[in-house]
């Protein structure tokens, strides 16, 4: 079972002092929950910030519910495919990789042993995370579970109606919406549905055959650019009802994550 936390309890990490995480630690706490995600063009409509956003809530609101940490956000990830457009921070996959390590490396060291990346930038993320947390559990000992929304609603999604995976599209919007409300600009935004592509899917609930995803290049995107200002799909179609059922769907799961993490760790 979960543990509930005491309302005064802090979950960051940051805005504790180190005798508070000694004494976590000492009451048997192990598992911290790393939020990663992007700081990249999300159309008109959407903050640069919202793959970290996303990732953020998910993963403070899991650990209200469960005896866990969340650490300092990994607010940058790779985008170089959105470099055509101002703001957007690309930091390469590599540089990415040992950042992550080192943080877990660093936690480990004080006797964190169970770790839940969230990743808030889908599946481009995804490789140098794998290619971190492989590192980390062949090298410091540690289990490390990566946890996904686009790959972890896909019981859902059908069930609220979002159409495919894109960029900025419905789905991110409707969860933003949800989560950040004030920092949405619904007026601004403009649809721009994703041509189907022959053998190329990068929805993980499509059961077609698939190339594997290639990020694209900025000029590719500067024609996206000029049309709907980077996004792909229907944003139009979001609302906070439609984000706030697949918050909770997503809370939920992270919750039975962090829960398996423990259990499986005092057998």
């Known amino acids: 079972m979960a543990l509930k936390r005491k309302p005064e309890e802090k979950v960051w990490l940051q805005e504790r002092r180190w005798q508070e995480i000694q004494q976590f630690l000492d009451n048997g706490g192990r598992l911290?929950?790393?939020?990663?995600?992007?700081?990249?063009?999300?159309?008109?409509?959407?903050?640069?910030?919202?793959?970290?956003?996303?990732?953020?809530?998910?993963?403070?609101?899991?650990?209200?519910?469960?005896?866990?940490?969340?650490?300092?956000?990994?607010?940058?990830?790779?985008?170089p495919h959105h470099l055509a457009l101002p703001g957007s921070i690309s930091i390469r996959p590599h540089i990415l990789a040992e950042l992550l390590f080192d943080v877990l490396s660093s936690l480990a060291h004080h006797g964190f042993n169970r770790f839940v990346i969230v990743n808030g930038h889908r599946i481009v993320n995804i490789p140098w995370i794998q290619i971190s947390a492989e590192k980390a559990q062949r090298e410091l000992g540690v289990m490390v579970?990566?946890?996904?929304?686009?790959?972890?609603?896909?019981?859902?999604?059908?069930?609220?109606?979002?159409?495919?995976?894109?960029?900025?599209?419905?789905i991110e919007t409707s969860h933003m919406l949800h989560i950040m409300?004030?920092?949405?600009?619904?007026?601004?935004?403009?649809?721009?549905?994703?041509?189907?592509?022959?053998?190329?899917?990068v929805d993980p609930?499509?059961?077609?055959?698939?190339?594997?995803?290639?990020?694209?290049?900025?000029k590719d995107l500067e024609q996206a650019a000029t049309k709907s200002g980077g996004i792909s799909g229907r944003p139009s179609l979001a609302t906070a009802e439609k984000g706030k059922r697949l918050h909770e769907h997503l809370v939920a799961r992270l919750v039975e994550v962090i829960t398996d993490l423990n259990n499986e760790h005092s057998k």
């Not at 159309?43 to 403070?60: K, R």
């Not at 721009?192 to 899917?201: A, D, I, T």
């Not at 609930?205 to 900025?218: F, M, N, Q, S």
Request: proline share 8%; hydrophobic share 40%; glycine share 8%.
């Open 32 to 79: 911290a929950i790393v939020p990663v995600g992007s700081v990249e063009q999300h159309g008109f409509h959407l903050p640069l910030g919202t793959d970290s956003m996303v990732a953020i809530g998910l993963a403070e609101d899991a650990a209200q519910r469960t005896n866990a940490i969340v650490t300092s956000p990994l607010w940058f990830g790779w985008s």
């Open 145 to 170: 579970a990566i946890f996904d929304p686009a790959y972890m609603s896909k019981e859902i999604v059908d069930q609220i109606g979002f159409g495919k995976v894109g960029h900025a599209e419905e």
């Open 181 to 201: 409300p004030h920092l949405v600009r619904m007026d601004k935004a403009k649809d721009s549905p994703r041509p189907e592509k022959k053998l190329y899917h």
């Open 205 to 218: 609930r499509i059961p077609k055959d698939t190339l594997c995803y290639v990020p694209g290049t900025a």
